[in-house]
């Protein structure tokens, strides 16, 4: 784990927090020089030099002001009533800022109310503004029940290259592309083919596991890499009575900055399960409670958060990953063992980023717990779906990360553009880091094909 994560559990002096708030930035960064001039403690030195990384991030995330976000509405929304941009605002479903003192809006808000929003999905003028992730999942999931299984081998090419503005040819390049961990769902995986020789592959058990380049960049460079894995779910229905008496303790700890007890957190963990001992059950609860709860929203980079359980325990509203990790903080908060999965969902139509999580229950052992697509299917009235996401996936994943904020092997020199995840890529050249506007970086899938029963094909 990169070291100087933890210091963001640090609290911001007063003065800094309150110029951030309001979005008056300069002057935050101002502050923030003067405090680094003075003899302060180590643990806030290294805070505030964070901070001084997310600024930026934050005012790159809200590109939006009100008059282009109504603007942008009015465009893609059929018959869009002025009245209903505050509306939107009220319910939370458009996620906003101050940047000097004005409201900026997030830069994929649109997709956000999209996928979220059933009403204005059916009024939506642009196609490409609809979600496609949920194509054929209850297809998938009868499927996987009734054969007590389901494989698929999937294909999937990625290439990385440096934006013009951001080229320097001749200085050294050091980039990650990230590959599947081989374990859990995760059998015969083979690398293809990659467009230079890597420098390293980290082991198949890898916490954050990739494939590393390290070279003289030439100008216009391009590096691509194409690999094959077979992801292989079995069906699981836990059942409380058959949990057993002896319960392990490992993946119960604190890991901070994120994954800590406070007094806030036990108590909200404490409310949801009551009086519960079923460990089971402690974890249905906290599911539940989670997709129920908490409403999906697209997020600004998680670097820019620094107490996603408490955001989302207070704003009742985060994607993927910021429910993950608030149900495995929850989990071990009432020594439920839980831990992070994640990297990329890869259906038939589609492939981006994707958060999970896993919890530990003997006698099953590790199981699958996805709360927002749990939350998915509740909002959608698809009960069987709704409880199909506890316990289980459906076989449409690569794992790359097998724990949060886990670092790469070797660790790159400057913050990564996602310190906690390993999904897309992280490079940097000997001089700086690669910011996400510097790079291209696409995942493409090559094919995905269901392979048979090993007792059919017998």
């Not at 958060?305 to 495995?328: E, H, S, V």
Request: hydrophobic share 35%; net charge negative; glycine share 4%.
């Amino acid at each position: 784990m990169n070291r100087q994560l933890p210091h963001l559990a640090t609290p911001l002096p007063e003065n800094v927090l309150k110029l951030k708030a309001a979005g008056f930035f300069d002057e935050a960064l101002r502050q923030i020089d003067l405090y680094l001039k003075r003899e302060i403690p180590t643990s806030l030195r290294e805070r505030l030099l964070q901070e001084r990384e997310i600024i930026p991030i934050i005012q790159d995330a809200y590109p939006y002001s009100e008059t282009q976000a109504r603007q942008m509405l009015a465009e893609s929304v059929k018959d869009f009533q002025p009245e209903e941009f505050q509306t939107l605002v009220d319910e939370d479903a458009i996620d906003w800022v101050f940047i000097n003192g004005e409201k900026y809006y997030r830069e994929n808000f649109l997709l956000n109310i999209m996928k979220t929003r059933a009403d204005y999905a059916a009024r939506c003028q642009n196609p490409d503004l609809i979600d496609q992730r949920t194509a054929n999942l209850n297809e998938v999931m009868h499927k996987m029940k009734a054969n007590g299984e389901l494989t698929y081998r999937i294909h999937l090419r990625s290439t990385f290259k440096v934006k013009d503005h951001a080229q320097k040819p001749g200085e050294l390049l050091r980039l990650h592309l990230p590959l599947p961990v081989e374990y859990a769902q995760v059998e015969n995986f083979k690398l293809l083919h990659t467009s230079h020789t890597p420098t390293a592959i980290a082991p198949r058990d890898a916490l954050a596991r990739s494939i590393y380049f390290e070279k003289p960049y030439e100008a216009g460079e391009e590096f691509q890499i194409e690999y094959v894995f077979d992801n292989h779910m079995i069906y699981v229905k836990p059942d409380p009575e058959k949990v057993t008496a002896d319960q392990p303790t490992f993946y119960t700890e604190e890991s901070y900055p994120h994954i800590k007890f406070t007094p806030y957190i036990r108590s909200v963990a404490e409310e949801i399960v009551g009086q519960e001992k079923n460990p089971l059950l402690k974890a249905w609860k906290i599911y539940e409670y989670i997709t129920t709860h908490v409403k999906y929203s697209f997020m600004r980079p998680y670097y820019a958060i620094t107490d996603i359980p408490a955001y989302t325990l207070t704003g009742f509203k985060g994607d993927c990953g910021i429910q993950a990790l608030t149900f495995i903080a929850l989990c071990r908060a009432v020594g439920v063992p839980a831990r992070w999965q994640a990297g990329l969902y890869t259906n038939p139509v589609t492939i981006g980023n994707h958060d999970w999580a896993q919890f530990y229950v003997a006698p099953y052992g590790w199981l699958f717990a996805d709360c927002s697509f749990g939350g998915s299917a509740f909002r959608a009235g698809e009960k069987e779906r709704w409880e199909f996401y506890f316990g289980n996936l459906e076989p449409f994943r690569m794992p790359a990360s097998a724990e949060f904020q886990a670092d790469f092997n070797p660790a790159l020199q400057f913050t990564r553009n996602d310190p906690y995840d390993n999904q897309n890529g992280e490079a940097e050249f000997e001089s700086g880091k690669l910011f996400y506007e510097d790079i291209e970086i696409v995942e493409e899938i090559i094919s995905i094909k269901e392979l048979p029963k090993e007792s059919d094909s017998k």
